[in-house]
């Protein structure tokens, strides 16, 4: 009795107490049948002191933290508390919402409802976002009744009923205590399944069963040997496969807590591992799909994760969070036309997810359909970081790039944390020509904690290019120092061309750092011999280390120059300096 007050289930109270009005009828029916010897006023102080002392422990604030996934609702805190919750508009914590879609399910499917096991599949298709999402993965409506009906249809529901009222009848027409009792214990569970899930959990399931069984003790089962030896081998086969799907399925149940571990540490090889041996054991958990699917996409696998997702979709039709995924999957390989179509369907099932919405205007967007993309955030008055994100990629495509820059802008306000916004905006400040402002995001974007391993590789060619292009502005407005800095990352990121070799050693040259400009200058002549201006700032970088070798690089420039006559003056006034 403590147990069930702790709990705060007030389908399980519910159950306990149709329990117990039920034992009190069939005693007072059965009045002969004394159970208690004490002296009836001494029982009722005795009985009395017992339940108040119960109300008192179970009145007790809990003294522990419980952070289990299946914790107690946090307004739960006190028998008191858990009472008054009866008269909260929100007390039924969706249950009635979640029925209501249920019983429509079983409308559409009156007599043999949506197959065993399938309720979870085909629910979200009439929830349409009402009760679920993104992250959402129903699997019972926390009614056995709703769920037998919906499922099995009105033919199950009647066998499963008349199953309780058959082994009740037989327990009254034989009033054997221990088969009350059994009649009692399979009632207070049958009536907790009005509000709850006890035939999907091991221990009632099992105790419901029994008692079902002990209350039709007695009956005549008078079988022929050929049958009671069919029947009893039918019994041992399916023990059997009970105890290997069981073996299997906890087999299944630890990879799966072993794939979230992994999730939680982002190592996502092992991840992935894990979640496809709980797959090997059987579905079991459908949500391993989507650890599965999340490591692929992570480890930018994106074609297997495409695989992975519509395998979980034959599982999972209608789940948001499977739409959602293979479309954002199959955007990320470049099929944006069945990404399209995928993340429709996805936005049927929930119309209002904005992840939804954000991944099909990404598919609209790369099929240059940007009105169209545009279109789905109409009444829409409050915008994510995600929205402002799109609507910078879609203004930065139609060349507004002050709108473009805002909205980026405005989406790192919301959420500084989405660090691939810092990659978009670098890209439209090196189109507004601010190298300064787009070196600084890239550079924000490489110390993200994840960054995408295809977008580091091409903010690395971008940021190389970005440092270069600065550089050589700094050298032109006579910064060496600065341009020196951006020249040097710019070599730290890549191959250098010619012309970045050429433009370090000039600003080496105004540094009078003679010997590396040397060296940038020589580089640079390797790379293209017909680069004749890194010829003359090696071979006036030579002539300042005193090195006699400057008069071939002079000879060479003076034999093939025909620019600015001046660099020709130097080049020989040096040159005879040399000779002499």
Same mark, same amino acid.
């Given at each position: 009795?403590?147990?069930?007050?702790?709990?705060?289930?007030?389908?399980?109270?519910?159950?306990?107490?149709?329990?117990?009005?039920?034992?009190?009828?069939?005693?007072?029916?059965?009045?002969?049948?004394?159970?208690?010897?004490?002296?009836?006023?001494?029982?009722?102080?005795?009985?009395?002191?017992?339940?108040?002392?119960?109300?008192?422990?179970?009145?007790?604030?809990?003294?522990?933290?419980?952070?289990?996934?299946?914790?107690?609702?946090?307004?739960?805190?006190?028998?008191?508390?858990?009472?008054?919750?009866?008269?909260?508009?929100?007390?039924?914590?969706?249950?009635?919402?979640?029925?209501?879609?249920?019983?429509?399910?079983?409308?559409?499917?009156?007599?043999?409802?949506?197959?065993?096991?399938?309720?979870?599949?085909?629910?979200?298709?009439?929830?349409?976002?009402?009760?679920?999402?993104?992250?959402?993965?129903?699997?019972?409506?926390?009614?056995?009744?709703?769920?037998?009906? /919906?499922?099995?249809?009105? +033919? =199950? #529901?009647?066998?499963? &009923? %008349?199953?309780? @009222? !058959?082994?009740?009848?037989? *327990?009254?027409?034989?009033?054997?205590?221990?088969?009350?009792?059994?009649?009692?214990?399979?009632?207070?569970?049958?009536?907790?399944?009005?509000?709850?899930?006890?035939?999907?959990?091991?221990?009632?399931?099992?105790?419901?069963?029994?008692?079902?069984?002990?209350?039709?003790?007695?009956? /005549?089962?008078?079988?022929? +040997? =050929? #049958?009671?030896?069919? &029947? %009893?081998?039918? @019994? !041992?086969?399916?023990?059997? *496969?009970?105890?290997?799907?069981?073996?299997?399925?906890?087999?299944?149940?630890?990879?799966?807590?072993?794939?979230?571990?992994?999730?939680?540490?982002?190592?996502?090889?092992?991840?992935?591992?894990?979640?496809?041996?709980?797959?090997?054991?059987?579905?079991?958990?459908?949500?391993?799909?989507?650890?599965?699917?999340?490591?692929?996409?992570?480890?930018?696998?994106?074609?297997?994760?495409?695989?992975?997702?519509?395998?979980?979709?034959?599982?999972?039709?209608?789940?948001?969070?499977?739409?959602?995924?293979?479309?954002?999957?199959?955007?990320?390989?470049?099929?944006?036309?069945?990404?399209?179509?995928?993340?429709?369907?996805?936005?049927?099932?929930?119309?209002?997810?904005?992840?939804?919405?954000?991944?099909?205007?990404?598919?609209?967007?790369?099929?240059?359909?940007?009105?169209?993309?545009?279109?789905?955030?109409?009444?829409?008055?409050?915008?994510?970081?995600?929205?402002?994100?799109?609507?910078?990629?879609?203004?930065?495509?139609?060349?507004?790039?002050?709108?473009?820059?805002?909205?980026?802008?405005?989406?790192?306000?919301?959420?500084?944390?989405?660090?691939?916004?810092?990659?978009?905006?670098?890209?439209?400040?090196?189109?507004?020509?601010?190298?300064?402002?787009?070196?600084?995001?890239?550079?924000?974007?490489?110390?993200?904690?994840?960054?995408?391993?295809?977008?580091?590789?091409?903010?690395?060619?971008?940021?190389?290019?970005?440092?270069?292009?600065?550089?050589?502005?700094?050298?032109?407005?006579?910064?060496?120092?600065?341009?020196?800095?951006?020249?040097?990352?710019?070599?730290?990121?890549?191959?250098?061309?010619?012309?970045?070799?050429?433009?370090?050693?000039?600003?080496?040259?105004?540094?009078?750092?003679?010997?590396?400009?040397?060296?940038?200058?020589?580089?640079?002549?390797?790379?293209?011999?017909?680069?004749?201006?890194?010829?003359?700032?090696?071979?006036?970088?030579?002539?300042?280390?005193?090195?006699?070798?400057?008069?071939?690089?002079?000879?060479?420039?003076?034999?093939?120059?025909?620019?600015?006559?001046?660099?020709?003056?130097?080049?020989?006034?040096?040159?005879?300096?040399?000779?002499?």
């Amino acid at each position: 009795a403590l147990f069930i007050l702790y709990t705060r289930s007030r389908g399980a109270w519910v159950g306990v107490s149709v329990s117990a009005a039920l034992f009190i009828l069939w005693f007072v029916r059965h009045g002969k049948h004394k159970v208690v010897s004490l002296p009836r006023l001494r029982s009722i102080l005795v009985a009395s002191g017992a339940a108040l002392f119960l109300l008192y422990l179970g009145s007790l604030d809990l003294r522990f933290e419980d952070r289990s996934p299946s914790r107690l609702v946090e307004k739960k805190h006190s028998l008191a508390a858990t009472v008054r919750l009866l008269a909260a508009p929100d007390s039924d914590r969706d249950r009635f919402r979640i029925w209501s879609h249920t019983v429509e399910m079983a409308a559409d499917h009156p007599l043999a409802g949506v197959g065993l096991g399938n309720w979870s599949a085909i629910y979200p298709a009439y929830d349409l976002g009402d009760v679920l999402h993104l992250h959402s993965a129903p699997r019972r409506p926390h009614n056995d009744f709703l769920w037998i009906l /919906s499922e099995l249809g009105a +033919l =199950g #529901l009647v066998l499963f &009923v %008349w199953v309780l @009222v !058959a082994a009740a009848a037989n *327990a009254f027409r034989h009033p054997d205590p221990l088969q009350i009792a059994c009649v009692c214990a399979f009632t207070a569970i049958a009536a907790h399944g009005l509000f709850s899930f006890p035939r999907e959990q091991a221990a009632p399931s099992l105790l419901f069963w029994l008692s079902i069984g002990m209350a039709f003790r007695g009956r /005549s089962t008078a079988l022929r +040997l =050929g #049958l009671k030896r069919a &029947v %009893w081998a039918g @019994v !041992a086969l399916l023990s059997l *496969a009970g105890v290997v799907t069981g073996f299997r399925a906890i087999g299944a149940d630890q990879a799966y807590a072993q794939a979230l571990q992994f999730q939680s540490r982002n190592l996502f090889d092992r991840q992935l591992e894990s979640a496809l041996e709980s797959l090997g054991f059987g579905t079991f958990d459908h949500r391993a799909f989507l650890l599965a699917g999340d490591a692929l996409d992570r480890l930018n696998r994106h074609q297997e994760a495409v695989a992975v997702y519509k395998r979980y979709r034959q599982v999972q039709p209608n789940l948001g969070a499977v739409l959602n995924n293979l479309g954002k999957a199959l955007n990320a390989i470049g099929d944006h036309v069945s990404g399209e179509s995928v993340l429709l369907r996805g936005r049927k099932i929930l119309p209002n997810d904005r992840w939804i919405l954000n991944n099909l205007a990404e598919a609209y967007r790369k099929q240059g359909m940007g009105e169209k993309a545009l279109s789905l955030f109409d009444g829409i008055s409050s915008l994510t970081a995600d929205d402002h994100h799109n609507f910078g990629l879609l203004a930065a495509e139609a060349d507004s790039f002050d709108q473009a820059r805002g909205h980026y802008e405005e989406a790192l306000r919301l959420n500084p944390n989405m660090h691939e916004i810092h990659y978009s905006l670098a890209g439209l400040m090196l189109l507004q020509g601010d190298l300064d402002g787009a070196i600084g995001s890239y550079e924000e974007y490489l110390k993200s904690p994840e960054p995408n391993p295809t977008l580091v590789r091409r903010t690395k060619g971008r940021l190389r290019e970005a440092y270069s292009a600065y550089g050589k502005e700094r050298l032109g407005v006579g910064d060496p120092q600065v341009a020196r800095r951006l020249l040097e990352h710019a070599q730290s990121l890549g191959e250098a061309t010619a012309n970045d070799e050429h433009a370090l050693a000039m600003a080496y040259g105004k540094l009078s750092l003679f010997a590396e400009a040397a060296g940038a200058a020589r580089r640079a002549t390797g790379k293209d011999p017909d680069l004749l201006g890194a010829f003359l700032t090696l071979a006036n970088a030579l002539y300042e280390l005193g090195d006699p070798e400057a008069a071939n690089y002079y000879e060479v420039f003076l034999r093939r120059w025909q620019g600015d006559p001046k660099l020709a003056e130097l080049a020989r006034h040096r040159l005879k300096r040399l000779r002499n």
